[in-house]
């Protein structure tokens, strides 16, 4: 069974551009998670989608955007990128809502503002 | 809201020996609580969770945490760590019920030494 699949891996973007990141979930997992993992921070909750619908959202600014599609895949939008956006963004699903299950992570799309 | 603090940053451990990694959370109710770990250039991986019952809790590569409400902590564990254990790990706490984000620490870097 396929895990969570990030696209793409890599990409360089310079500064004010606009960068879309997709994510696909685990077959029959409904909710997706976006973390933003920066350099010595840990890992930060973004945007959290179940069903649809936006469920919870982490303290980021509203460039920061996203959607679930009805096959339950997820997008990530950043606009005016800016070079403190420079992370790894790691996408997760789990089944229904969160509270205990597990949620398995994807390997990151790792993002570079220059 | 509730938080997690992790505040080792970076442990080193020479292989076979015993190892613990400290996380505490903060939450007036009741929580559900995770270690993840993640290896180089790779995502996040479940080791194990407490959600309820017995405190101690066993999960994969012979790492345990054990619950302790009093303290607000869940620290892992492992007797006899291998080099392969070098990774780093993030302790996660979630509250129980509803659509709760699951909030992660900064991270421990476990370095084990050959």
């Known amino acids: 069974e396929a895990g969570v699949t990030q696209s793409p891996t890599h990409l360089i973007k310079t500064r004010g551009q606009q960068v879309t990141l997709r994510c696909s979930p685990i077959?029959?997992?409904?909710?997706v998670y976006w973390y933003q993992q920066a350099l010595g921070l840990g890992l930060q909750f973004l945007l959290w989608y179940d069903e649809g619908e936006e469920r919870n959202r982490g303290n980021f600014p509203p460039r920061f955007s996203g959607r679930q599609f009805p096959n339950y895949s997820s997008e990530l939008n950043v606009n005016a990128l800016e070079l403190e956006d420079s992370a790894l963004y790691l996408c997760?699903?789990?089944?229904?809502?969160?509270?205990?299950?597990?949620?398995?992570f994807g390997e990151g799309s790792w993002l570079t503002v220059v | 809201a509730q938080s997690v603090t992790q505040l080792d940053s970076q442990v080193p451990v020479f292989e076979e020996a015993p190892v613990e990694l400290r996380c505490n959370y903060s939450s007036s109710v009741s929580v559900y609580l995770f270690w993840y770990v993640q290896y180089p250039n790779q995502g996040l991986q479940l080791l194990l969770k407490y959600l309820s019952g017995s405190t101690l809790v066993k999960g994969i590569n012979g790492f345990e945490a054990e619950f302790n409400k009093s303290q607000t902590s869940f620290h892992l564990r492992k007797p006899s760590v291998h080099i392969s254990d070098t990774a780093e790990y993030f302790c996660?706490?979630?509250?129980?019920?509803?659509?709760?984000?699951?909030?992660f620490g900064t991270g421990t870097k476990l370095q084990v030494i050959p």
């Open positions: 077959s029959g997992h409904t909710s």
């Open positions: 997760a699903s789990s089944l229904e809502k969160v509270s205990g299950n597990t949620i398995y």
């Open positions: 996660a706490v979630t509250l129980s019920g509803g659509y709760q984000k699951v909030t």
